[in-house]
Every structure is written in structure tokens, then in C-alpha cells.
């Protein structure tokens, strides 16, 4: 038994010292450390206990106060070590919270506790770090006229997911209560369609016979239960009748469509975000129904997008990945629908991960990685001086390096295309947590590409004053460019503060063509 802990105290001293990408051996348990006499300091303390559940973040990432008052308090406690000052605060299990996230027994002792918190809170600047030097947006879209809708009635602005359909041009607009409307571009955006719907909708696609598939996630808010739905709607005597697909999903918010197994038959692959429960699963068709797979079994999946990444003729699935293990993951596809996980990019816990695209940015005939980061409604509510927008090139051997950034507080929402039809990729990057004290107004911002994998920024003049949330591109007015549509989301209508008439969204026209 000394034995064995000798080579366990070797490992961890070891282990200390070299960055996760370097280790030749897993840390210990967090189990195994609570029954060890570990002679360590703070930072060494940091790798082997932050390290067992994320990317160590540096100290730097964010200020005194929020590691003191935030971030580590949540961390001590899940590590089982309650103190004085955590008397009054509810326990994990009345705010909902399954049982193993918070331990019910000390992981830590209090000593090492003292110098990994110590650790932190020393080496971490005062005040938060501000964002780096950057090129200023010029205000005014080129060639896009900003449309701003008028309704007559008040309702509370609350969208949760717009679309364009790609026949009608029609907007298709969910609603944080539990509706789902449809909007005619040719009538002023008057409501042409709704209905009601279980829980509020975020995902939405138009089936060729007419139906159309809605994925809905459930509470908005942050919650582990599984009442979201994959629904399929057909009209049956006029009226909208739902089909549930797949049920009791853990807060799903992205749902993709394709053959994985290759049968023939589409399997679809959903995105539950969870909370502190969460999983990344395959849906296969079968006689016998649909058959889940799970392919990760963590919180915090967001985005998935089906593409041949690795060129071997099948489909393989690239999913970006919150919470905890922020990253861009790759699932090597078999052609049987047997996957393994390998990572593509990993970023510290609090990076903020929120969207991305794979694209080729630079014209050099590979598809580079596009990354929004700007999430900050958790532990760590203040401005980030590494959240923005991402470009990480395609080296082509599989791995990817950062060769563009745009620092922009909050970013939350991304849109790719060619909007100035000049043959470049330009994007369009939405900020639901910006800074609103900045002179320019940075919640959405143009970026348009010059074909190198450089671009330039543009800001809008009179956008309305409320939070956006969600943005898609789309053929609107049916002049064959592409339009910008993007959703509000008013946190006074959320809290009844507010009285005004609806503006669920505005549209960016764009007037190339």
C-alpha cells in the first residue's frame, strides 16, 4: 500500500508540472486525492484538482472578486468542503441539482484548499483585463437597409428562435411562451400562421411534403429536466397537428438530420444541453423506432454539424461542446455508426464557447473552424477580454490553429455566407451580453472577408434597444440575396417591466440584387 502511494504522490508532483496536452498518465482520482497527505502548492494543487474535471484555467482569465465571490465557492462545495460562510445558502439538492454533482463528503482538505484558493486570488489582476487593441467597426451596413416591423398590440419580445423558409420567405418565429408564428414578408410581416406549442421552440425544419420538424427545449433557464420534444407538425383540416418524434430530451437546443449507419434511413442527432446533466446522442431509425446512442454523456453539447471530416466517405460528426469541457470535438464515423471521440480544440471552463461554423474562410480549398465565445450568465458575470469571434485555420493534417480574432464582449450568435457577393466569406456575429457602456454599439457586428481570412467590421446605426438573442440568414423579399434576420429578447418584458408593442425581430434587407 506505501507503494502504491508513493507512485501516486510521483504522479501527481509530475503531472503538476506539465500542461494536460503533455501527460502521459491521468491525474488520480478526485477520491484517491482525498485520502492522500499531498505536499503540494497552489498552483500544483490547481492541475491535479481543477484538472480533474476541466482545462485548468489560468489565474489571469478573471478578477479577485470573481474568483473569491463566484467562481471557487461553487468549486469548494462541489468538492464537498463547506465552511461558515456557507451557512443560509440552499443545499444542491433543493435547487434541483442531482445527487453526485455536489459531493457529500470532503475531496479536499481545508489546508490545500487554502493554497489552491490562495493561488487564484494572488495571481489574478484586481480589476478584470481589458480587451486587446482591435480594428473600429465603421457604423453603417453597406448594402443592407435596416427594417424595423410594426405591430399594433402589446406582447412581450421574447423570441427564441427566427427562420427564413427557403420557398416562401416567410419568417418563422418561436416564442419564449410556448408559440410558434408565422410571419408574411409581403404583408408588412403581418401574422399569416400560429400555434400553440408544449414548450418553447428553438429549432425548426421543413419537411418536402409540406410538415415541418420543431425541435423544443423546454425551460430556457438553467434546469436538468427532460421535458423538451422533437415534434413533426402536418396540417390536418386546416389545422397544425403534432406528431411527437422523440420525447423527454434534457433541455435539447440543436437537433441535425443524416444517414450515420448507412441504411438509407435518416438518423438524427440532438444536442441536450442540460445543465448539470446533459449528453450528446445518435437517434438511429429502426423497425423497431428510433434507437439512442449516446456519444457523450456530459452537459453543455450546443451545436452539431454532420460532414465527411475525416474524407473516408461517410458521415462523421463535429459537435461544439460547453460547461465544464469547452471544445470542438470530432466523432470518427465507422460507416456503422460506431464513433469514437477524438478533440479538435479545448478551452478553458469559463472560454463562453456559444456557436460555430466549418467553412472555408481563406479560399484555400479547406474548411477552417469559425468560433463565437460570449456566454457569461454563470459564475462569472464580467467582462472577458478573450470573448469574441475565431477563425482557426485548417492545417490540413486535422488540427487547427487560431489565425484571426476579434475580440467582442458577449458573443453569442453566428451567421456565414456571402453577403456582399463578392466572392468571400463574410460573417455576421450577434452579442447577447455586450458591453454596454462601449461609445459604438457592438451587439451585432458585419464582418465582412477579403477572401485571405482577414475582415473588416461594421456596426448598425438605430438598432432598437433590446437584447438579441438568435440570428439566421435567409431570402426574405425573394431577390435571391441574403437577408439577416434577427430575434429580440427583452429582459423587462421577461420580468413584466415593460409596457410597448411587440418587436420580436428587425431584418437586415440586403439590397445587392
Not at 489582476?125 to 487593441?133: L, S
Not at 435518416?266 to 437517434?283: I, N, Q, T
Not at 452537459?299 to 462523421?316: E, V
Request: glycine fraction near 8%; charge should be negative; aromatic fraction near 12%.
Amino acid at each position: 500500500m506505501k507503494k502504491i502511494y508513493w507512485y501516486l504522490v510521483v504522479a501527481i508532483v509530475t503531472l503538476g508540472c506539465n500542461p494536460i496536452s503533455e501527460r502521459k498518465q491521468p491525474i488520480p482520482s478526485l477520491q484517491q486525492l482525498a485520502s492522500m497527505d499531498l505536499k503540494l502548492d497552489g498552483p500544483k494543487l490547481a492541475e491535479v484538482y481543477c484538472g480533474n474535471c476541466h482545462l485548468k484555467p489560468e489565474p489571469e482569465i478573471l478578477d479577485q472578486k470573481t474568483w473569491q465571490t463566484g467562481v471557487l465557492p461553487d468549486m469548494r462545495r462541489r468538492l464537498g468542503l463547506y465552511l461558515a460562510e456557507d451557512m443560509g445558502i440552499s443545499l444542491p439538492e433543493e435547487r434541483g441539482v442531482p445527487k453526485g454533482v455536489y459531493s457529500d463528503y470532503p475531496l479536499i482538505k481545508q489546508a490545500d484548499w487554502d493554497k489552491l484558493e490562495a493561488y487564484y486570488v494572488e495571481n489574478a489582476p484586481e480589476f478584470p483585463a481589458k480587451q486587446a487593441a482591435k480594428q473600429a467597426p465603421k457604423v453603417g451596413i453597406p448594402r443592407f437597409d435596416l427594417v424595423i416591423p410594426s405591430y399594433d398590440f402589446q406582447f412581450p419580445s421574447l423570441t427564441t428562435l427566427v427562420d427564413v423558409h427557403p420557398e416562401t420567405g416567410e419568417i418563422w418565429l418561436g416564442h419564449r411562451y410556448q408559440k410558434l408564428f408565422v410571419l408574411d414578408p409581403s404583408e408588412s410581416f403581418s401574422i399569416k400562421d400560429s400555434l400553440s406549442t408544449s414548450i418553447a421552440p428553438v429549432s425548426i425544419r421543413w419537411n418536402a411534403d409540406e410538415s415541418f420538424d420543431l425541435l423544443t427545449m423546454g425551460l430556457m433557464d438553467p434546469a436538468n429536466d427532460s421535458v423538451g420534444a422533437l415534434t413533426n407538425y402536418r396540417r390536418i383540416n386546416q389545422d397544425w397537428v403534432g406528431f411527437q418524434d422523440i420525447e423527454n430530451l434534457i433541455r435539447p437546443v440543436d437537433v441535425n438530420y443524416g444517414d450515420l449507419n448507412g441504411d438509407g434511413v435518416e438518423d438524427k442527432v440532438v444536442a441536450h444541453f442540460g445543465d448539470h446533466v446533459g449528453k450528446l446522442s445518435v437517434y438511429f431509425a429502426s423497425s423497431e423506432g428510433l434507437q439512442e446512442k449516446i456519444i457523450k454523456a456530459q452537459p453543455g453539447a450546443r451545436k452539431t454539424i454532420l460532414t465527411d471530416f475525416d474524407q473516408d466517405g461517410d458521415l462523421d460528426i463535429i459537435g461544439l461542446m460547453t460547461q465544464a469541457w469547452e471544445g470542438i470535438y470530432f466523432w470518427e464515423n465507422d460507416g456503422n455508426g460506431n464513433f469514437i471521440e477524438k478533440v479538435v480544440l479545448q478551452f478553458q471552463p469559463a472560454f463562453g464557447s456559444s456557436d460555430f461554423y466549418y467553412e472555408d474562410v481563406d479560399g484555400d480549398g479547406l474548411r477552417d473552424l469559425i468560433l463565437v465565445n460570449g456566454d457569461n450568465a454563470d459564475l462569472s458575470q464580467v467582462l472577458k477580454y478573450f470573448h469574441g469571434v475565431r477563425v482557426f485555420k485548417n492545417q490540413g493534417d486535422g488540427t487547427f490553429e487560431e489565425s484571426w480574432f476579434y475580440p467582442m464582449h458577449g458573443a453569442t450568435g453566428l451567421e456565414v455566407g456571402d453577403f456582399n457577393e463578392d466572392g468571400n466569406l463574410d460573417l455576421v456575429v450577434l452579442a447577447f451580453f455586450p458591453d454596454r457602456d462601449q461609445v459604438l454599439d457592438e451587439r451585432l457586428i458585419f464582418f465582412f472577408g477579403n477572401g485571405d481570412g482577414d475582415f473588416e467590421p461594421f456596426v448598425a446605426d438605430g438598432l432598437p434597444d433590446l437584447n438579441v438573442l438568435t440570428l439566421k440568414k435567409g431570402d426574405v423579399d425573394g431577390d435571391g440575396d441574403l437577408d439577416i434576420v434577427v430575434g429580440t429578447f427583452s429582459f423587462e418584458d421577461l420580468y413584466g417591466r415593460r409596457e410597448t408593442d411587440w418587436l420580436p425581430f428587425v431584418l437586415f434587407r440586403n439590397n445587392i440584387r
